[in-house]
């Protein structure tokens, strides 16, 4: 479930990626809005401290940071080719850093389901690569610099809800009010806040609700599972992502695609057995 969610608003965000921060703005504020109560119930029942606060605005920035990049990415390219790619280096580097950092073991076969998924994506990401030029060096950089960021903010929150125990429901709802309140500025600046609500009001509660969604219930894996499990396993919205590319936006090269993408399928099944 939370792959298609994620799948989904990404494939949204394309459909709009010629806007700027201030439907962004507008997604973090109906998330946090629409997710209150579940939020403010979360902390309470798990007995709310305050240093949970500072947990969740790093995790803030990490986000914004990653949605900006995200939103120009797919404005400088397909979203068929930036979507796999940094969906493959988030995870990638996510298991290095839970090994390394986190002290996580993933078995053997586990860690051949990483590479597998790996694999597959790399395969979707090189489609049409002798047709490369300066627009999709552009767009690689983009993808690999949002992997990086996907990277921050699932080591951060698995340290955060997998160690420290915090409830994920109430973290990344403390998180979306930090997104709010941190992008406020550069929405503002855009003068375009209300331009923007009334040309897409659909598309930003759609996001609203599903980007959060997707990733609290990415987080309550987590608690259950472990980040270097966990992080590839999301990474089958790949598989709908580069469908989408080409069924809603006519991105070229699907067969190239779809074969990644069936190799990717197989190395989450690989994911499931370790």
């Known amino acids: 479930m939370g792959a298609v969610a994620h799948a989904s608003w990404n494939l949204l965000l394309k459909r709009v990626g010629h806007t700027t921060y201030d439907l962004l703005w507008w997604t973090f504020i109906v998330g946090a809005v629409a997710l209150a109560p579940l939020g403010i119930t979360s902390l309470v029942s798990a007995k709310f401290e305050w240093h949970w606060v500072g947990l969740a605005c790093v995790c803030g920035i990490f986000e914004v940071i990653y949605f900006s990049l995200l939103q120009n990415a797919y404005r400088s390219g397909d979203v068929s080719l930036v979507y796999p790619m940094a969906r493959g280096t988030g995870p990638t580097l996510s298991v ?24 597959g994506i790399a395969i979707i990401s090189a489609a049409g690569i002798r047709r490369s030029g300066r627009a999709r060096l552009i767009s690689v950089i983009y993808g690999l610099s949002v992997g990086f960021y996907i990277a921050c903010f699932t080591l951060w929150d698995g340290w955060a809800v997998g160690t420290l125990g915090l409830p994920p429901v109430g973290y990344y709802w403390m998180a979306l009010v930090a997104q709010a309140l941190f992008m406020t500025p550069l929405a503002l600046r855009t003068k375009r806040v209300v331009a923007s609500l009334t040309a897409h009001p659909w598309v930003i509660g759609l996001i609203g609700v599903l980007a959060p969604m997707s990733y609290m219930l990415a987080l309550t894996a987590i608690q259950l599972s472990s980040v270097s499990l966990v992080a590839p396993a999301r990474e089958v919205s790949v598989v709908l992502v580069a469908l989408g590319g080409a069924f809603f936006f006519g991105e070229k090269h699907v067969v190239q695609r779809v ?3 069936v190799i990717v399928v197989s190395g989450v099944a690989l994911l499931a057995v370790g």
Do not use: N, W, Y
């Open 259 to 261: 074969i990644g993408s």
């Open 96 to 119: 290095i850093g839970a090994i390394l950092i986190l002290g996580e073991r993933p078995s053997a076969v586990a860690l051949f389901g990483v590479a597998v998924v790996v694999a």
